[in-house]
């Protein structure tokens, strides 16, 4: 969900003007899980950029507060969630955590690092949604911590419907600053991609898993 479509579309902007988003229609990107895809999104770029890494903090901030009030933890997903996340904690005057993908096999096994005290309040700040199985992973991690988590903010949605359901069975409350509506929105706009090429990224979003 978008709190702010103002932000949405001044986030959409700065992420295209860093290069953390990528858009190649005709050179596609090959992700991870094998899909085919003109967009790529990398949003620890960020992270490099003072100006820009200040506005996202600050944003992030203001919704998380403005949603959830002041929680008492901030957790990071690793691994690209915990500089920004560590920023919005800091900015907030609020503990930080981050959770591990999966526990550590060694010394104290633990998943979520930090100190996260019994029945805490938790906001989650994530980095980039896509099927949002690793975000609801470390969301499932915390809850076995013994936290409890209000929801979960992030940076960048695709709006795929998976992840939409996926949010929706596990309960949780997703609101990102940008989504790929505004993005491409302001793509075209600024003159990163052509009405044609709008078309093709269109036309991904509606068969991400099968187009070519």
């Known amino acids: 969900m978008i709190f702010d479509s103002e932000a949405a579309s001044r986030t959409a902007e700065l992420l295209l003007q860093i290069n953390a988003i990528k858009l190649r229609p005709e050179n596609p990107f090959t992700w991870a899980s094998g899909w085919n895809s003109p967009i790529y999104c990398d949003n620890r770029i960020i992270l490099s950029y003072p100006a820009i890494r200040n506005y996202i903090r600050e944003e992030i901030s203001k919704q998380v507060e403005e949603l959830y009030g002041k929680p008492n933890v ?26 591990r993908p999966k526990a550590k096999e060694h010394g104290r096994q633990n998943q979520v690092e930090g100190m996260l005290e019994p029945n805490a309040h938790v906001v989650v700040i994530e980095d980039l949604i896509s099927t949002g199985t690793s975000s609801l992973n ?27 359901a996926n949010f929706k069975e596990a309960e949780i409350t997703l609101n990102t600053l940008s989504d790929y509506e505004h993005l491409i929105d302001i793509a075209l706009k600024k003159g990163h991609i052509s ?18």
């Open 74 to 99: 901030i957790a990071g997903v690793a691994t690209g969630a915990i500089g920004i996340g560590m920023l919005v904690a800091e900015y907030m005057g609020l503990p930080f955590v981050y959770v």
């Open 138 to 164: 470390a969301v499932k991690a915390l809850k076995e911590a013994g936290a409890y988590v209000q929801g979960m903010v992030a940076i960048f949605t695709y709006g795929f419907p998976i992840a939409q």
């Open 195 to 212: 009405d044609g090429q709008l078309e093709t990224l269109k036309d991904w979003r509606t068969q991400p898993e099968t187009w070519k």
